[in-house]
């Protein structure tokens, strides 16, 4: 055996489990548009996650090419820590604490890298005390940053971490081993995404935030909010519990979602954005984020706040329930979302529906193992506000023609 030999073996190896994936170079005419060689027409995207439609928006392109214009230029020219810590980032910082409710913002590269940076540098400062123990609890369907995170930081801590990866939503397993351990000289983090990306349903943020409440300082509680930033909102649509969300300690998330462009950060106290700094590789030595881009992030977050922001997100939820409501029962979600899986169950059927719903002229991607269990393959719709009613009716009428979505007149276009 050598190295040729078992990359080629792999990619066999891949392709008889018929989970092969292919990047599909595309061009976008708008937010809700795309084209791809491997398809003639024009087709409405359904699987994006620009789920305000700002990633075209004129303020933010404006901001874009007046920072790209002005004296800074494009690249940020170092990491954080070095050079690339301009008074655009230190802006983008204070807005994103703010819309948070936190004491200070860390902006790393992408959400992946930001998830990574709190639990290695959690970690890291754990294992400066040899007596210490950290016990992680992370909900079994956390995207795969959290869940390499986790990974990371058991490799790192060996003896002195234990990872318990509880069933979905499943609060009560965190508490019993809480209580077991309380006594002992143990750490606790609880990390869990308050909006699942893959099942577009949301975290049980009243039981997250009644452990935060009993167990205090010995506890830290870190919500992963990449999909639910800016999109949901008290009155707007979505949660109406928002107020809870102030119990987790970090509150990580991404500029890659709603706000339309690339990114990650970290909202959390004084003392712990200090502790990240000072011991998140990731921080270190990485190219801290283009200026250009984090000009854009302000107009975009500034959009997202203001009155058509909460115009646009009144349109999002408005189409979520114009598209569940047309779904037949067996397909509906568990919770509602701009998020919605259609399962499907095999690999075969999704490809077949996937591929149809092209060749009329919408892209909906599937999602097969390894990135779902085996036997739930899945189409994953994304809505945004930037689809009207006509483009969700459309989609709805040709997932009728593979018993998905019923007959609704109210619905005929």
């Excluded at 930001?114 to 369907?141: C, P, R």
């Excluded at 234990?162 to 979905?168: D, E, G």
Aim: with cysteine; aromatic share 8%; net charge neutral.
């Amino acid at each position: 055996m050598n190295w040729k030999n078992l990359i080629s073996e792999d990619i066999e190896l891949v392709k008889r489990r018929n989970v092969e994936m292919k990047l599909w170079p595309m061009s976008q005419p708008s937010s809700s548009e795309v084209t791809t060689p491997s398809i003639a027409n024009k087709l409405f995207m359904f699987s994006g996650n620009d789920y305000l439609g700002l990633s075209g928006h004129p303020d933010v392109r404006a901001a874009t090419q007046k920072a790209a214009m002005s004296t800074y230029g494009i690249g940020s020219r170092g990491s954080p820590l070095a050079c690339g810590y301009t008074s655009y980032h230190a802006e983008l910082c204070e807005l994103l604490a703010r819309v948070k409710n936190k004491e200070n913002c860390v902006l790393f590269p992408t959400g992946f890298s930001a998830n990574l940076a709190v639990l290695q540098s959690l970690t890291s400062a754990i294992l400066e005390q040899s007596s210490m123990k950290l016990i992680i609890f992370s909900d079994e369907y956390n995207h795969a940053s959290i869940i390499d995170g986790c990974r990371l930081s058991k490799q790192m801590g060996r003896h002195q971490v234990r990872l318990i990866v509880y069933p979905h939503k499943n609060i009560s397993v965190v508490e019993e081993n809480v209580s077991r351990y309380i006594n002992d000289d143990v750490m606790f983090v609880v990390f869990s995404d308050s909006l699942f990306s893959v099942d577009g349903d949301f975290c049980p943020l009243p039981e997250l935030a009644t452990l935060k409440q009993t167990y205090g300082d010995r506890l830290l509680l870190i919500l992963d909010e990449a999909h639910d930033t800016l999109v949901t909102g008290e009155g707007d649509g979505g949660r109406t519990d928002q107020s809870l969300y102030n119990y987790a300690d970090c509150r990580v998330g991404t500029l890659s979602k709603a706000v339309g462009l690339l990114g990650g950060f970290v909202c959390c106290s004084q003392n712990l954005s200090k502790l990240i700094i000072n011991r998140a590789r990731l921080l270190m030595f990485s190219t801290a984020l283009p200026i250009p881009v984090v000009a854009s992030a302000i107009a975009s977050i500034k959009v997202g706040l203001s009155s058509e922001g909460t115009s646009l997100r009144k349109k999002l939820w408005q189409l979520v329930d114009l598209f569940v409501d047309g779904l037949n029962p067996e397909y509906k979600p568990i919770d509602r979302s701009p998020i919605i899986p259609i399962i499907l169950n095999h690999e075969d059927k999704a490809l077949e529906v996937s591929h149809d719903l092209a060749l009329k002229g919408f892209f909906v991607k599937t999602l097969r193992p390894p990135a779902v269990p085996k036997g739930t393959s899945r189409l994953r719709v994304t809505l945004s506000a930037i689809h009207t009613r006509e483009h969700v009716l459309m989609l709805l009428g040709c997932l009728h023609d593979h018993g998905i979505a019923g007959y609704q007149p109210k619905y005929k276009l």
